[in-house]
């Protein structure tokens, strides 16, 4: 029974890395000290994401956001990347496993703000209804998910 549980527990973690390594690894940067950016990186870890993260103050965390093409109307908290994309703000998983499905002619996704119950801003039970919008690359948004408010 013990080289049985052994071998499931070595067939998941292979399966999970595999799985973490056909998405890419998602690379964010988070405001310092903002303790729902590094909610939302756990998050990500906990949804099968590999992820790396830093910290950035202020203008250079603005900066990066401009030089990535986020526009100031999507603004949030932290900036992910991933294989060509921008994730923005509290962006489900699953939003990002579609995007890299669906693969559109896209700059990113973005939540703008800080919708309450999205990931990483408190428990989807009590959440606010948002959007997460799918912003081409010239700038437009459509709305890509839309998530309503818990009952």
């Known amino acids: 029974m013990r080289r049985f549980t052994q071998g499931v527990a070595v067939l998941l973690t292979t399966t999970s890395?595999?799985?973490?390594?056909d998405r890419g690894t998602v690379h964010v940067v988070e405001g310092?000290?903002?303790?729902?950016?590094?909610?939302?990186?756990e998050y990500l870890r906990q949804?099968?994401?590999?992820?790396?993260?830093?910290?950035?103050?202020?203008?250079?965390?603005?900066r990066h956001k401009m030089d990535l093409g986020v526009p100031t109307s999507q603004l949030s908290c932290h900036t992910g990347e991933i294989d060509g994309y921008f994730?923005?703000?509290?962006?489900?998983?699953?939003?990002?496993?579609?995007l890299l499905k669906e693969?559109?002619?896209?700059?990113g996704l973005a939540v703008p703000g800080m919708p309450y119950g999205s990931p990483g801003m408190g428990p989807e039970n009590k959440r606010k209804a948002y959007d997460v919008n799918l912003v081409k690359r010239d700038g437009s948004v459509e709305v890509f998910s839309?998530?309503?408010?818990?009952?």
């Open 103 to 107: 693969r559109p002619d896209a700059a």
């Open 87 to 98: 994730i923005e703000g509290h962006v489900p998983a699953a939003d990002i496993e579609r």
């Open 17 to 21: 890395a595999a799985m973490a390594a």
């Open 47 to 62: 949804n099968g994401f590999e992820v790396t993260s830093e910290e950035r103050y202020g203008a250079l965390l603005i």
């Open 146 to 151: 839309h998530y309503p408010a818990a009952q």
């Open 32 to 41: 310092t000290g903002c303790e729902c950016c590094s909610q939302w990186t």
